[in-house]
């Protein structure tokens, strides 16, 4: 079920009952893009569309927003990432823990999946990336960090994610990667954009 309300004078909200609906959705604008639209926000379960008020009025915006079908095969666009991986994150024992086996199971379901970027938040540059197995449901730390590292590979929730910077963090780390995720002197400035699909790739540990 789509719902859409005004987000100001010049944006709208879509609300999506869930992150496969925002996926579908956001899939589906980007390929079909509607005049007058600056920016589209993906993010847990609404999709933010800012409008140019000058081409489009609120409530047109609105009408075709509610026109838009999802593309349910969302995760089969995008480009592909390739992200190297060094699996020697403090948390690892702790995960492979939760899921009940070894460690080097963690990190071959971990590089076996293929992740897709669903939206961006918490920091610049940091992508919620989302498993098309849908089987990932990791706790954040009891006690966040308050430091943790750039390029730090991280799981919570349904959720995995690189820390583009040093900031404080409760997910939990597994591994770290040496790509710079987030450059404000390269365009883009974020690798993890939102439809992006991403691999990792184990690099061993050190």
């Given amino acids: 079920m789509i719902h859409v309300r005004p987000s100001g004078t010049a944006a709208i909200l879509v609300e999506l009952d869930d992150l496969d609906e925002v996926l579908a959705y956001y ?3 980007l390929d079909d893009r509607p005049e007058g639209v600056l920016d589209i926000v993906p993010a847990a379960r609404t999709v933010l569309i800012v409008v140019d008020p000058d081409v489009v009025d ?8 509610r026109e838009v079908r999802p593309r349910y095969d969302a995760r089969a666009g ?9 699996y020697d994150g403090e948390d690892l024992a702790d995960v492979a823990s939760l899921l009940s086996c070894e460690v080097d199971e963690v990190i071959r379901r971990h590089t076996e999946e293929e992740w897709t970027v669903a939206f961006c938040g918490f920091s610049p540059g940091f992508g919620y990336l989302t498993a098309a197995s849908g089987e990932w449901d990791i ?10 590292p750039a390029g730090s590979v991280a799981l919570a929730g349904e959720f995995s994610g690189v820390y583009p910077r040093e900031s404080p963090g409760g997910w939990q780390l597994i591994g770290r990667t040496a790509v710079t995720t987030f450059d404000l002197d390269r365009d883009p400035a974020a690798l993890l954009r939102p439809n992006t699909r991403v691999r990792f790739v184990d690099e061993g540990r050190s």
């Fill in 27 to 29: 899939a589906a604008i």
């Fill in 139 to 148: 706790p954040r730390r009891s006690n966040p960090r308050t430091k943790v």
């Fill in 58 to 65: 609120l409530a047109d915006a609105a009408h075709r927003a």
């Fill in 78 to 86: 995008g480009d592909v990432l390739e992200l190297p991986v060094v």
